[in-house]
């Protein structure tokens, strides 16, 4: 256990690309994960949740890594098999950092490599499932809403708000680990309430498709700067410092006109499959994560076929 808290802090200084990390405070030997889809693959602008189930004796021993979301390239709440997990005893180095399993289960996500608990849906599926994940995540999985609670409470604002759940591709496509991504963020969306239609006129200037992309890209990303915004924009923007709002999102008290962090789920944008009718949870036998029980991988396939 302690290898395993000194670790989490480790990543907690230190956040990773691409990967943010949770853990359940009543189950330290449970840790869950985002991923924020790479680059130029078909997970891009995609936000997939996974688990990491610790044995008692790590790091002598491998941990086993599950999907909750569903992203056509693993079976969903199901042990994965890769050199580097419980499947391969005679593999295991204890001397790997979490860091360095992290990135190569990232690695194994990207290419497709067979293995136990790996899917070869098409390029099709998994854009489908990538272009529903955060709105999978905010509406059907209780997991997201109780461990990765900022980014709740950002696809919350987004999703309730009419012209930003239009764009929620480009929300949230790089972690908020630390306190000034978070609120650099929440600074962007009170930007895009403020100055709306300045943005839409900007946009409706820039010649084709992709440039619109980009430019939205740039406007919500983490590593933007207000600076940089305001000359994307080309408005000199007047808004609350970032770390007021950043104390306000703690406390729950960034609240406006939208009714920013509302509970109530708005259901209406999301296609048959991800109907939560039926939703409830359940606990998978023989490990420790409670994940939303939702329809067959095969049920799916055949609506999207």
Known sequence: MKTLISEYHKIMDHPLEKITIGVDDSNFQTWYFLIHGSKHTTYEDGLYLGAIIFPTDYPNAAPEFQMISHSGRFETRRAICMTMTAYHTESWNPTWSMEKILYGFVSFMNVNENGIGARF?????????????????????TVFKTIFPYEYQILDDVLNHESLKKLVKYILNDPIQNGLSRGLLVQRLQIFKSYEKEIEMKVNQLKDDFERDQFYHRFFSSFTTKAEVETLIGIKCEVNDTYDLLNQLRNGEYEDEDDLFSNEDDEDDLPEIYDSDEEEEEEEEGDDVNVEEEEDDEDMEEKID
Do not use: E, G, I, P
């Not at 098409?122 to 509406?139: A, E, I």
């Open 121 to 141: 849906d098409s390029d099709q599926t998994r854009t489908f499932y990538k272009q529903y994940s955060k709105q999978w995540l905010y509406q059907r999985c």
